[in-house]
């Protein structure tokens, strides 16, 4: 909703903030922060675990060196010595590209939506997994374009459905522009794409003249040694990469990164130069220094270590706790893993009682742009210790044991169903990360 009967500016507004969503849970997870809630619900990184005080001696350094610098307004595209160690970082992923490619933006969200900007019109379709997330669904409806899903399974998207769809909305007279993706450690899904999937899905946009957006977070955030690779290193001319510091190093900094083929590029800096001016300066100058000056892969490899153990410890939860017919995905690496509870059960309507009981989720319906997701939900292990997430799926199983007992008394109402999710009438809702 973009207002009530007391707003004076309500007539005021722009078409396109219809698009843009208040959330119903919004006001749960400030109660869902408290200390003595088990929140399962953010995807906050574990910052305990970087240096702090060589990075505060680091910053302190660069002031005092190049504060002038530091401080003083910058390039649209950001500065040059980020975007080569971006390249790098890419490298890893069997990316090839060149710091003229790069764009880097504040935090990945931003470029989604500068993307969104660039290429949507209102009416426009934009194809995503089912589930997506969330964040991208709030950008790309308040541009007003259209998410349509595409079905996914443990091994991500499904091409034939990716085909079933482009031929199904073309069949209505809708323009696809975009494919959204997220190939590696899935929001909220916790699935990676198969390897032998990406080339297929790299194929099927270019001949039917949909650009790729892949959105890779969490690609280096794997708990085993592989590293997949992107599907811009299939096809570098019509997927356009994004990238981001939040997952990897500090998500305060705001710093993600777009690369793009070269006409793309272009536009994507005037977007940036006209949204933001430029990225900020200081914190790529930062990040750059962390890169150089600090054991940076070392820190991924902590940062995986610390999840991997977190992962244990839900997933082994889940299945000493949660009730039958219960199914959930098994991450191999980011922050989620996502929850199918048998047919009956409301997780956003159940959402209140789980605060009550100390303990909090993301709702499915989140993650859906089309009401599906009902008895579906995101939990995260990211932050909370290991001991902490086996009491949170405790109480979380508490909370079901009780809805279960509501259901024999009144019955249960839940009917569609999809490969990832389920279905219910409500709309997107920000996530905290
Ligand atoms: N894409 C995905 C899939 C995410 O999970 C997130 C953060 N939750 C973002 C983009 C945005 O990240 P940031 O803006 O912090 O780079």
């Given at each position: 909703m973009t207002g009530n009967s007391l707003d004076p500016h309500l007539a005021r507004y722009?078409?396109?903030?219809?698009?843009?969503r208040a959330s119903a849970i919004r006001a749960l997870f400030a109660v869902?922060?408290?200390?003595?809630v088990v929140s399962l619900a953010g995807g906050m990184p574990?910052?305990?675990?970087?240096?702090l005080a060589e990075l505060a001696a680091d910053v302190a350094q660069m002031i005092a060196q190049d504060g002038r610098v530091a401080l003083q307004y910058g390039s649209g595209q950001g500065i040059l010595e980020l975007r080569e160690h971006i390249c790098q970082i890419m490298a890893l992923e069997g990316i090839s590209a060149h710091p003229d490619d790069v764009v880097v933006t504040v935090g990945s969200q931003m470029a989604l939506d500068l993307v969104t900007r660039i290429f949507c019109d209102p009416g426009d379709v934009i194809l995503a997994e089912a589930p997506s997330y969330v964040g991208a669904l709030g950008t790309f409806s308040s541009y007003q374009a259209q998410v349509v899903h595409v079905d996914s399974d443990e091994d991500g998207l499904l091409p034939d459905a990716l085909a079933a769809a482009i031929e199904s909305v073309r069949a209505s007279g809708r323009r696809i522009k975009l494919l959204y993706t997220i190939p590696n450690f899935h929001n909220p899904a916790g699935t990676t794409l198969a390897v032998e999937r990406r080339p297929q899905i790299a194929e099927l946009c270019r001949d039917a003249g949909i650009t790729v957006l892949e959105d890779n977070p969490y690609g280096l955030l794997g708990f085993s040694d592989t590293i997949y690779p992107a599907i811009r290193s299939i096809d570098a001319e019509n997927v356009i990469y994004l990238g981001s510091f939040s997952k990897t190093f500090a998500p305060g900094l705001r710093i993600g990164w777009v690369l793009a083929p070269h006409a793309v590029r272009e536009k994507l800096v005037l977007a940036n130069e006209s949204a933001t001016l430029n990225p900020p300066v200081f914190n790529q100058m930062m990040i750059a220094r962390y890169l150089s000056n600090f054991d940076w892969q070392s820190q991924i490899k902590t940062y995986r270590q610390l999840y991997a153990e977190r992962r244990d410890a839900m997933l082994g939860a889940l299945e000493a706790h949660m009730p039958e017919g219960t199914t959930w995905t098994h991450p191999d690496g980011g922050f989620y893993v996502w929850v199918t509870l048998p047919d009956g059960f409301d997780t956003a309507a159940m959402l209140p009682r789980a605060v009550t009981a100390r303990v909090a989720y993301v709702p499915g319906t989140a993650f859906y742009a089309d009401g599906f997701g009902t008895r579906q939900m995101r939990l995260s292990y990211c932050y909370p210790t290991p001991e902490r997430i086996v009491e949170g799926v405790r109480r979380l199983a508490g909370v079901l044991d009780g809805e279960q007992d509501i259901m024999r008394t009144f019955g249960s109402s839940s009917t569609r169903r999809r490969s990832l999710g389920a279905p219910s009438p409500s709309s997107p809702s920000p996530d905290t990360a």
């Open positions: 722009a078409a396109r903030t219809d698009g843009m869902a922060n408290r200390p003595e574990y910052l305990e675990s970087l240096p």
